[in-house]
């Protein structure tokens, strides 16, 4: 089961949850004054290339345009760009340019909400475009598609997750106690935690304790 950990912002704590066992380190890269934790690119290159082979660099961004994103995947050089702007804002035709003008190498994770029916149509469309799903929960008023602590209807996730061929990270407020359930009721291909692994009262810092903690719940041990 892999494991998905955001929103890094020190290097030290990025590269101790890789030797951890997390396998997606991710980190929001450019600042548009838009959600915690964001990096310019030059920090979040820096962070990116202090990780050790075989962990995944994960660039979360809240840019809209396809120059933009670019821009952002050419001067952090990520793994994975994570799209996780409310899921209109980067449709399917720009998903599909990004495809074309990114190097083969570099991933997109498309940002899913999870909300009632017409979510596991929007999967659909956005299959052919995206090599990975994060399907979390969206609250209104916040920008974005997740980061907001709170659960959403795992089954809807698990009929997401059978319908399509991409694999789907579940996300919505994971944490030690429910991650375990999550996975029996939804079978994704990996969890992500955000909220649940930062230190009490801290919107940005990790708590590597919970981090811990919660790579052992995944893992079973």
């Known amino acids: 089961m892999l494991i998905q950990i955001y929103a890094f912002t020190n290097i030290e704590q990025a590269q101790a949850a ?11 890269a450019g600042k548009y ?7 310019t690119f030059a920090e979040a290159r820096q962070l990116a290339a202090s990780l050790p082979p075989g962990t995944k660099r994960v660039a979360l ?5 396809v120059d933009e994103i670019r821009r952002m995947a050419d001067a952090v050089q990520p793994d994975i760009v994570h799209i996780s702007t409310d899921v209109h804002e980067v449709g399917v035709e720009a998903m599909s340019q990004l495809r074309k003008q990114l190097p083969s190498s570099v991933q997109l994770m498309k940002a899913v909400p999870v909300e009632d029916e017409s979510s596991i149509a929007l999967a659909h469309q956005f299959a052919p475009v995206s090599n990975w799903f994060l399907l ?3 609250v209104r008023g916040l920008p974005g598609v997740g980061a ?3 659960a959403h209807d ?4 698990r009929r997401i997750a059978e319908s399509v061929s991409v694999p789907v990270i579940l996300a919505g407020g994971l ?8 996975i029996e009721a939804v079978q994704p291909s990996g969890v992500d935690s955000n909220t649940a692994t930062n230190m009490p009262g801290s919107p940005v810092a990790k708590d590597m304790d919970r981090i811990r903690a919660f790579v052992a719940a995944v893992k079973g041990t």
Not at 18 to 28: N, Q
Not at 61 to 65: K, L, S, V
Not at 154 to 157: A, H, I, K, M, V
């Open 175 to 182: 944490s030690t106690e429910n991650v375990r359930g999550a």
């Open 148 to 150: 907001s602590g709170r």
């Open 18 to 28: 890789a030797e951890l066992g997390v396998d997606h380190i991710g980190f929001v």
């Open 154 to 157: 795992w089954r809807l996730s």
């Open 61 to 65: 961004t809240m840019a809209t345009g």
């Open 136 to 138: 979390d929960t969206k």
């Open 33 to 39: 004054g838009l959600v915690h934790g964001e990096l």
